[in-house]
T-cell receptor, first 114, second 109 residues
Framework: NAGVTQTPKFQVLKTGQSMTLQCAQD?????MSWYRQDPGMGLRLIHY???????DQGEVPNGYNVSRSTTEDFPLRLLSAAPSQTSVYFC?????????????FGPGTRLTVT | RKEVEQDPGPFNVPEGATVAFNCTYS??????FFWYRQDCRKEPKLLMS???SGNEDGRFTAQLNRASQYISLLIRDSKLSDSATYLC??????????FGKGTKLSVIP
């Protein structure tokens, strides 16, 4: 199993540009999520999904959109990039159940917005 | 008050030392607890789950204190390769985990 994969690894955008960060998992996990990690801020939840066709907002959703058309894929779209969105973005997935299960992270995408 | 709090460190310890990290959580409904390790410029990786009775994996021991609402991680005989940031995570019976900001450990030769 490849686990959780993310592309691209690095990206530089100009202010106002849009782009999509890709995330895929091959573990048949129902739950998928996107975090951003900034120095001193820890991991902050952007959006999450509990299954195909179901998404919801996390702690910091503004400026980002998501969709979940399949179990495997959970892309994150930046609508109009801003310097404040410079960060490291991690996608994570886990099983879904009554308990909280450990989450598996992708390798991350380092985004710089100039 | 943050839901999950950790001492950010850094903890600078010599090789062979024993070091302990604590993580406090505010949600008394939390039922699932984990320790993650994050190397510089890498993703967090699960180190170990934390069970009610405490659990050990080699040099690593995790404990849960529900009364005081904290979990701990003890690392014995520290190695240079243990240098990393250690994140705790708590889940309250739903699918989401709340992560602490992490504690940085540097093991010095």
């Amino acid at each position: 199993n490849a686990g959780v994969t993310q592309t691209p690894k690095f990206q530089v955008l100009k202010t106002g540009q849009s782009m999509t960060l890709q995330c895929a998992q091959d573990m048949n996990h129902e739950y998928m999520s996107w975090y951003r990690q900034d120095p001193g801020m820890g991991l902050r939840l952007i959006h999450y999904s509990v299954g195909a066709g179901i998404t919801d907002q996390g702690e910091v959703p503004n400026g980002y959109n998501v969709s979940r058309s399949t179990t495997e894929d959970f892309p994150l779209r930046l609508l109009s990039a801003a310097p404040s969105q410079t960060s490291v973005y991690f996608c994570a997935s886990s099983y879904l159940g009554q308990d909280s299960y450990e989450q598996y992270f992708g390798p991350g995408t380092r985004l710089t917005v100039t | 008050r943050k839901e999950v709090e950790q001492d950010p460190g850094p903890f600078n310890v010599p090789e062979g030392a024993t070091v302990a990290f604590n993580c406090t959580y505010s949600n008394s409904a939390s039922q699932s607890f984990f320790w993650y390790r994050q190397d510089c410029r890498k993703e967090p990786k699960l180190l170990m789950s934390v069970y009610s009775s405490g659990n050990e994996d080699g040099r690593f021991t995790a404990q849960l204190n529900r009364a005081s609402q904290y979990i701990s991680l003890l690392i014995r005989d520290s190695k240079l390769s243990d240098s990393a940031t250690y994140l705790c995570a708590c889940g309250a019976g739903s699918y989401q985990l709340t992560f602490g900001k992490g504690t940085k450990l540097s093991v010095i030769p």
